[in-house]
């Protein structure tokens, strides 16, 4: 994926959590990870922690000079390009009290978390993946331009919520 965002001179890539396993396999592949990502030198990455990566992302970590960490809770801004970015890494809670005191203006709004939608979650399950910063559909209705979701443990879905254009690129746990 990055080798096709140098190649198309993507101006942002987004990481929505756990791109690490463990805290343990980043601290072992950081420096590979940097390399990789600096590779894609017109593309400028965007990476939350999500629930397995929680601890290993910090401003002090190194992941290259076109990596923004988005770590702040319950949300972070940058702005790149003239897009507003949001991030909401994993953190305990629910998703409506993160985003309270979210601005207006944000164009992508990235999130690690569990959307209970019906349309793909047919019954709530208490289940391990179920108490991740919990997300209901009227929490999106109006929030960003468009929301990238991780965690999620489902098929590749692009929603609409209103204005809000939602989007999970899918787990290969659930193909």
């Not at 965002?5 to 396999?25: M, Q």
């Not at 970015?85 to 569990?114: E, M, S, W």
């Amino acid at each position: 994926l990055v080798e096709k965002a140098a190649r198309d001179k993507a101006a942002a890539f987004v990481i929505a959590g756990d791109l690490f396993d463990t805290d343990t396999d980043a601290s072992v592949l950081r420096t590979a990870v940097k390399k990789i990502l600096e590779s894609a030198v017109e593309t400028t990455f965007f990476v939350i922690p999500g629930n397995h990566d929680a601890g290993s992302f910090h401003p002090g970590y190194d992941y290259g000079r076109n990596v923004v960490q988005l770590t702040e809770k319950p949300f972070q801004l940058a702005e790149h390009k003239g897009i507003r970015f949001c991030g909401v890494p994993y953190q305990p809670g629910d998703f409506a009290g993160c985003v309270r005191d979210l601005p207006p203006d944000v164009d992508v709004l990235i999130v690690h978390g569990t959307l209970y939608d019906r349309d793909f979650i047919r019954t709530v399950v208490d289940d391990e993946d179920t108490r991740y910063l919990p997300i209901l559909p009227p929490d999106l209705e109006n929030i960003a331009r468009y929301v990238a979701l991780g965690h999620i443990h489902a098929r590749p879905f692009e929603k609409q919520y209103r204005k809000t254009r939602v989007a999970n690129p899918g787990s290969a746990w659930a193909l």
